[in-house]
């Protein structure tokens, strides 16, 4: 796994600084097509934020399942603990990340409720 931000996480980033002041000025139209567009980038970051959990979890079970089997080496026990120590970090960075985008979202959809019912006044 490589430990370089990726293009799925610089896009979300880029694309909230490019959207987050829209929702306090745009009006009906503008929200919607941030929420079309933004709902493309949070399943590409959900995604590898899965993808990244399930080999989390598969090195994790390799880990435990070696510790458990006393014929396991010493050093294959190390090489799985530093697997393991390597890829928690990377989880964590983007589940922030997916966590950053969906609140995002969030404020995006509650500000399309807002407008939308605006709207209907």
Do not use: C, W
Not at 54 to 77: G, H, Q, W, Y
């Amino acid at each position: 796994m490589d430990a370089a931000q990726s293009d799925a996480e610089r896009e979300a980033q880029a694309f909230i600084e490019e959207n987050e002041p829209l929702l306090e000025d745009g009006g009906l139209l503008t929200v919607q097509r941030i929420f079309v567009q933004g709902v493309q980038i949070i399943k590409a970051l959900s995604d590898e934020t899965v993808d990244v959990a399930n080999d989390v979890t598969d090195v994790a079970n390799d880990l435990a399942a070696a510790i458990r089997d006393p014929s396991t080496s010493p050093r294959a026990i190390h090489e799985l603990e530093a697997e393991y120590a390597r890829m928690v970090p990377l989880y964590e960075r983007k589940n922030k990340a997916f966590q950053q985008f969906s609140d995002f979202m969030d404020r995006v959809e509650a500000r399309y409720r807002r407008e939308a019912e605006v709207g209907r006044a």
